[in-house]
């Protein structure tokens, strides 16, 4: 005879509740009902796991290390039993992300936790991406969902906001204490910028191709232009605070300071389930509560 569901809830309770009456009630079942259920998991383990402490029944030693894994176990039960209602229901069992490196961590850190928070039993793979990375992952049928540059034909889209980007350089840097810099004073310095991820060799903002050094990720870059090896182009909302306080530097062109990148929510085309669409609305949410940074 084998352990049943309902001995191992009537254990779990007794512990939590510290009662056979105050358990019955969290369950919605009799005094009764527990007692025997509990009697009957005694008989099929073989163990005595309560004992009398005057008129109250309560968990034994054995009872009591017994239960601790019961826990663990019934909350794996309920896990199974909310991912089978999700599957069900048209739910994702993995959520494929594609971010292009641009978009605000802010806006996207709040987003993974609010939907993480309503659909826990779905893996979420993150996949941060450059220029026309994103879209070559969305061609692959890699992805569920792209967050990127202007989505390719034949998919589904709507505009999530636009990045602006600005000239910075360390306030150490022989720019940052220069006026009305021209492109042809730019292109005698080392430029800072992210590589194209995709095999498109996308190259925003490249503007001095002798002297550059050329990394994967936005991170990396704003690294290496406050640490002054050179100068950069990064998003207003990565910067804000630098130039505010002084670490970093607007370089002072003649023209062509900024360039505004509007980035897009591109979804899958076998990407139709409810996770999608939840994980979207959360987004497009946050978007409009999130004030970008400006400077």
Not at 10 to 19: F, N, P, T, W, Y
Not at 172 to 182: G, I, R
Not at 218 to 232: I, P, Q
Not at 268 to 280: C, E, I, P, T
Request: glycine letters at 6%.
């Amino acid at each position: 005879m084998k352990t049943t569901l309902e001995q191992l809830e009537a254990l779990d309770a007794l512990r939590k509740e510290g009662s056979v009456s105050k358990a019955a009630d969290q369950l919605g079942k009799s005094q009764s009902t527990i007692s025997y259920t509990l009697q009957e998991l005694q008989d099929t383990l073989d163990l005595t796991l309560v004992e009398k402490d005057g008129r109250k029944t309560k968990l034994n030693h054995a009872g009591l290390l017994l239960s601790e894994q019961v826990e663990v176990l019934l909350r794996q039960h309920y896990d199974i039993e909310n991912l089978a209602g999700q599957l069900k229901q048209g739910a994702a069992a993995t959520l494929s992300i594609a971010v292009d490196t641009s978009f605000p961590k802010s806006i996207l850190d709040a987003t993974l936790k609010l939907f993480h928070s309503q659909q826990k039993n779905v893996r979420l793979s993150i996949k941060e991406q450059a220029m026309s990375g994103t879209n070559a992952l969305l061609l692959n049928n890699a992805v569920d969902l792209c967050i990127g540059m202007t989505p390719p034909p034949g998919f589904l889209s709507d505009k999530l906001l636009d990045v602006e980007f600005i000239l910075v350089c360390s306030p150490e840097h022989s720019l940052s204490n220069q006026k009305n810099v021209s492109y042809y004073e730019l292109k005698r310095e080392t430029q800072v910028l992210v590589a194209d991820s995709g095999s498109m060799d996308v190259s925003f903002g490249w503007l001095s191709p002798n002297v550059k050094c050329s990394v994967s990720n936005l991170n990396e870059a704003y690294r290496l232009v406050k640490g002054g090896l050179g100068y950069g182009r990064l998003p207003v909302h990565m910067v804000a605070e630098d130039v505010q306080s002084n670490e970093l530097c607007k370089i002072d062109m003649i023209h062509g300071f900024s360039y505004t990148v509007s980035l897009y929510l591109t979804v899958g085309n076998k990407a139709q389930n409810n996770s999608v669409k939840q994980f979207s609305k959360i987004l497009f949410d946050m978007v409009k509560k999130y004030q970008i940074k400006s400077c």
